[in-house]
């Protein structure tokens, strides 16, 4: 097989079908149809499907830009290589949880890779009513492999911090910086929020008991490299159906804290709980008491057949990491409470609601997100029903 | 000026003096006469002078093995561009407290800098009776400056993130994990102690309560990217005089914590501290509260003229950085202090001592170390007069 060298070029629907048949994926002589279905703000999504066998494959290319909202900023190519490396070492460790990777160009900043649209995004399902039985199950063992299988407590530490440097992802960890820890939190003109909150966001932005929270949390984001994260793990980065659980999109992928995307899962969770009448919500909640039921239960089988570490022979010590991972979860979970309610980015699951419902969500979710970051040490998994019901 | 690519090759006299001459830092027809000053272990140190003019210089260059004790293992040339990198930013930040560097070939792993033999090395000097007025004052600000600026809240996180990138140490790194976190809570056999403290380090082994703190140091060690540190901040990387202070070989240096340095530095004051019969202690102890002292009046200082990071209005932010930078202080003094007294490397200032006193100063070492460990976050500055004496 001989090797080519390409050159950034944004494809198109004949240029994403001549690539694939390059790459041998599928034979010369078949009838491919191609359809962009990204929505065009950070990457070109090609579904490239053959009508007659159904055979079908996706063709992801990173932009070198980011438009949102009508703006427009450069963004690194390398998010692309990021995210197939990433999809890759997931790969490894839990492959029925994410899609195969065929083929990866880093100068193209493609990524040619399995088709799920035979699932749903989680977010869509989840406002349509979907249930989703396995879903608190499959991300709970995903993040608990991910998350102990990347960290020092798995890899030597000096493989470990090559890794590190591999997933050194400015731009991206940039974006979260700001539209995450920082903007909303401050009177920026990136904010979206409707007139009727501006009083609660305006308290919001003088509590400095909640910001102080916020800024730790945001060190910690900036500075902890204790394994490699998803890094934009809301419902919306994940398929699913009754029974298959998939996690894609993970070029916001770096190395950081072990509670990071169990936490914006977590109030991914919660904002689709907060948009539903009360008698409708105790599957989300079980979800999120799931979720971290499996992650402990699935971390701690990981820890005692640790080689790398001898320290975790201590009794205590796995307890201390899992409490700092869930107190920094809450934590985190506060901040994506807040952010998708009054920052750039909203959540579609209460956006969606009629006005008063909306307003309503919109204010408990402020009060809920304030609520976790001030009482972070003190929220256990079963606390949520209560929080959410007062 | 023509640019000679190098391949590696040990230097000896008479290619360290061609090299310094080919950098035009002497004449052609200078009469130099060069000498190898270094311990062997790790680099080549030579000291180079015209006998005539008194004009001198030190071309270091790192060797491709470690030799500790009769061990000899392999390690990564890289660590003299990082040694190199880090004088410059030092020097960038606190001119007057690093030595000057010329010069750097990275494929010779050669640095040539400004010879500071009028200076005495300061473990030296302290256990010669020397007091260094001004050590504290100048290691204080040291400590704050290269701390602050190189961290999030001076330099922008995208561009800090390369810093990080570039500063990624693992072969020095785990040479500290190993011998200072984690090798002397075991009975492993790099560890070197006189049988007469045996129960002593068996009660070390066993005790669970300390050895969880030295774990979550470790932790800390491993993923938290604060800062800039020097790695290997003790009082033989430190040359004084009454006047001046100039802190060398960081060859160790990596992204770590912010209480890192400062914990190793207190650590040795309180190594030789402990060395000294009651009477003489003042001047150390004092050193250490001054140490602390200046760090936080000048990081105070750099902290309200930040520009990067918003969240510093918080007038609670500062506080709990300082104090989480203190306690990890504390935690990092206590593994040094044990390491240095159970592990592969001592120190002369208490291995030099008669017998009876050496046992005494390990054991109130060992005792120190433990207690510093398992109270980091009750002990101040000004603990420590009371600790020792105790």
């Excluded at 492999?145 to 731009?171: C, G, M, R, W």
Aim: aromatic residues 10%.
């Amino acid at each position: 097989m001989t090797t080519t060298t390409y050159t950034y070029e944004p494809l198109n629907e004949i240029t994403a079908i001549r690539l694939v048949k390059q790459l041998k994926l599928f034979s010369e002589s078949e009838a491919l149809t191609a359809r962009e279905i990204g929505d065009g703000n950070l990457n070109l999504v090609f579904h490239i499907v053959n009508d007659q066998t159904n055979k079908s494959i996706i063709v992801k290319q990173a932009l070198p830009y980011a438009k949102v909202v009508g703006e427009s900023w450069p963004l690194s190519l390398k998010r692309a290589t990021i995210e197939s490396n990433a999809l890759k070492q997931f790969g490894s460790l839990t492959p029925e949880l994410v899609p195969d990777v065929y083929y990866h160009d880093e100068n193209l900043a493609v990524t040619v890779m399995e088709d799920l649209s035979h699932l749903t995004i989680s977010r869509t399902g989840l406002i349509q009513g979907e249930t989703y039985p396995l879903l608190s199950e499959h991300i709970g063992r995903f993040l608990a492999h991910i998350a102990f299988e990347t960290s020092d407590f798995a890899i030597k530490p000096q493989e470990k911090k090559e890794l590190v440097a591999q997933y050194i992802n400015p731009d991206l960890c940039n974006i979260t910086e700001d539209l995450v820890f920082t903007d909303p939190f401050f009177d920026y003109n990136t904010n979206e929020f409707e007139e009727t909150l501006r009083s609660d966001v305006e308290n919001l932005w003088t509590d400095e008991e909640a910001k102080l929270e916020v800024a730790k949390l945001k060190q910690k984001f900036l500075t902890s490299s204790q394994t490699l994260v998803h890094g934009d793990l809301h419902t919306g980065s994940i398929f699913a159906s009754e029974r298959e659980t998939k996690v894609i999109d993970p070029e916001f992928a770096f190395y950081g804290p072990f509670g990071f995307d169990l936490g914006q899962f977590v109030a991914n969770l919660l904002l689709n709980t907060l948009s539903r009448p009360a008698q409708k919500r105790s599957v989300l909640l079980d979800h999120i008491t799931k979720t971290w039921d499996v992650f402990q239960t699935t971390w701690n089988k990981l820890w005692v057949e640790s080689k790398v570490e001898p320290f975790v022979k201590n009794p205590n010590y796995s307890d201390y990491i899992l409490q700092q991972t869930w107190t920094d979860a809450v934590g985190y979970a506060g901040c994506e409470l807040i952010r998708r309610t009054i920052g750039l980015a909203h959540v579609v699951d209460i956006d969606s609601l009629p006005d008063e419902e909306r307003l309503n969500a919109q204010k408990a979710a402020l009060r809920l997100g304030r609520y976790l970051l001030t009482h972070q040490t003190e929220i256990s998994a079963h606390d949520f029903k209560n929080l959410i019901e007062e």
